[in-house]
Protein backbone atom coordinates (compact mmCIF):
# COMPACT_ATOMS: atom_id res chain seq x y z
CA UNK A 1 0.00 0.00 0.00
CA UNK A 2 1.55 3.65 -1.04
CA UNK A 3 2.46 5.43 2.03
CA UNK A 4 3.55 9.13 2.26
CA UNK A 5 6.39 9.78 3.98
CA UNK A 6 5.91 12.47 6.84
CA UNK A 7 9.42 14.16 8.57
CA UNK A 8 9.71 17.43 11.06
CA UNK A 9 7.74 16.48 14.36
CA UNK A 10 9.57 16.91 17.44
CA UNK A 11 9.10 18.30 20.93
CA UNK A 12 8.97 22.07 20.84
CA UNK A 13 8.35 24.94 23.68
CA UNK A 14 5.29 27.06 23.05
CA UNK A 15 5.97 29.88 20.96
CA UNK A 16 8.35 27.92 18.94
CA UNK A 17 8.35 26.24 15.46
CA UNK A 18 8.19 23.44 13.14
CA UNK A 19 8.77 22.41 9.71
CA UNK A 20 6.83 19.61 8.62
CA UNK A 21 7.54 17.79 4.94
CA UNK A 22 5.55 15.22 3.94
CA UNK A 23 6.71 13.32 0.28
CA UNK A 24 5.03 11.08 -2.11
CA UNK A 25 6.43 8.20 -3.40
CA UNK A 26 7.76 8.24 -6.79
CA UNK A 27 5.30 5.81 -7.96
CA UNK A 28 1.85 7.77 -7.48
CA UNK A 29 1.75 9.13 -10.99
CA UNK A 30 -0.89 11.84 -10.51
CA UNK A 31 -1.27 13.76 -7.18
CA UNK A 32 -3.80 16.76 -7.33
CA UNK A 33 -4.38 17.69 -3.63
CA UNK A 34 -2.10 17.50 -0.64
CA UNK A 35 -2.80 18.25 2.84
CA UNK A 36 -2.04 18.07 6.92
CA UNK A 37 -4.84 16.73 9.36
CA UNK A 38 -3.35 16.52 13.15
CA UNK A 39 -5.56 14.52 15.71
CA UNK A 40 -5.14 14.75 19.49
CA UNK A 41 -5.55 12.78 21.91
CA UNK A 42 -9.43 11.78 22.50
CA UNK A 43 -10.61 14.24 19.33
CA UNK A 44 -11.24 13.46 16.43
CA UNK A 45 -8.90 14.24 13.34
CA UNK A 46 -9.21 17.25 11.71
CA UNK A 47 -8.02 19.13 8.56
CA UNK A 48 -5.07 21.60 9.72
CA UNK A 49 -4.10 22.99 6.00
CA UNK A 50 -4.38 21.63 2.65
CA UNK A 51 -3.31 22.99 -1.22
CA UNK A 52 -5.17 21.96 -4.60
CA UNK A 53 -2.83 21.39 -8.00
CA UNK A 54 -4.14 24.82 -8.79
CA UNK A 55 -3.20 26.71 -5.46
CA UNK A 56 -6.33 26.57 -3.54
CA UNK A 57 -5.47 26.22 0.05
CA UNK A 58 -7.55 26.17 2.84
CA UNK A 59 -6.88 26.73 6.90
CA UNK A 60 -7.92 25.53 10.30
CA UNK A 61 -9.60 28.92 12.13
CA UNK A 62 -7.24 27.59 14.68
CA UNK A 63 -3.84 27.76 13.15
CA UNK A 64 -4.62 30.80 10.51
CA UNK A 65 -1.77 33.00 10.69
CA UNK A 66 0.65 30.86 12.55
CA UNK A 67 0.47 27.79 9.85
CA UNK A 68 1.72 27.97 6.22
CA UNK A 69 1.28 24.87 3.62
CA UNK A 70 3.27 25.22 0.68
CA UNK A 71 4.46 22.71 -1.65
CA UNK A 72 6.61 21.92 -4.68
CA UNK A 73 5.24 19.26 -7.20
CA UNK A 74 4.40 16.07 -5.02
CA UNK A 75 6.07 17.14 -1.48
CA UNK A 76 4.24 19.73 0.39
CA UNK A 77 5.26 21.46 3.80
CA UNK A 78 4.11 23.13 6.79
CA UNK A 79 5.61 25.57 8.77
CA UNK A 80 4.28 25.67 12.20
CA UNK A 81 5.06 28.82 14.64
CA UNK A 82 4.05 30.24 17.22
CA UNK A 83 2.90 27.36 18.39
CA UNK A 84 0.63 26.39 21.24
CA UNK A 85 0.17 23.92 23.79
CA UNK A 86 -3.21 23.03 21.98
CA UNK A 87 -1.71 22.22 18.43
CA UNK A 88 -0.05 19.10 20.58
CA UNK A 89 -1.21 16.08 17.88
CA UNK A 90 0.05 13.49 15.46
CA UNK A 91 0.02 15.46 12.47
CA UNK A 92 -0.97 13.40 9.14
CA UNK A 93 0.00 14.20 5.77
CA UNK A 94 -2.63 13.22 2.69
CA UNK A 95 -2.90 13.26 -0.90
CA UNK A 96 -5.70 12.56 -3.42
CA UNK A 97 -5.79 12.05 -6.88
CA UNK A 98 -8.09 14.60 -7.66
CA UNK A 99 -8.94 18.02 -6.63
CA UNK A 100 -10.29 18.06 -3.42
CA UNK A 101 -11.74 21.66 -2.55
CA UNK A 102 -13.03 20.68 0.24
CA UNK A 103 -10.21 18.34 1.63
CA UNK A 104 -12.38 16.58 3.20
CA UNK A 105 -10.14 13.40 4.96
CA UNK A 106 -12.61 10.81 3.67
CA UNK A 107 -11.68 11.60 0.06
CA UNK A 108 -8.10 11.79 0.05
CA UNK A 109 -6.37 8.75 -1.48
CA UNK A 110 -3.01 8.19 0.45
CA UNK A 111 -1.85 9.06 3.63
CA UNK A 112 1.47 9.00 5.97
CA UNK A 113 2.02 6.91 9.22
CA UNK A 114 1.88 10.49 11.01
CA UNK A 115 4.35 12.65 12.84
CA UNK A 116 3.91 13.87 16.20
CA UNK A 117 4.09 17.17 17.35
CA UNK A 118 4.43 17.91 21.08
CA UNK A 119 4.51 21.43 22.82
CA UNK A 120 5.03 22.36 25.31
CA UNK A 121 4.15 25.08 27.78
Known amino acids: QVQLVESGGGLVQAGGSLRLSCAAP????????MGWYRQAPGKQRELVAG?????ITNYADSVKGRFTISRDKNTVFLQVNSLKPEDTAVYYC?????????????????WGEGTLVTVSS
Open 26 to 33: RNIFRIDT
Open 94 to 110: AAARSTIVQFTASSMDY
Open 51 to 55: VTSGG
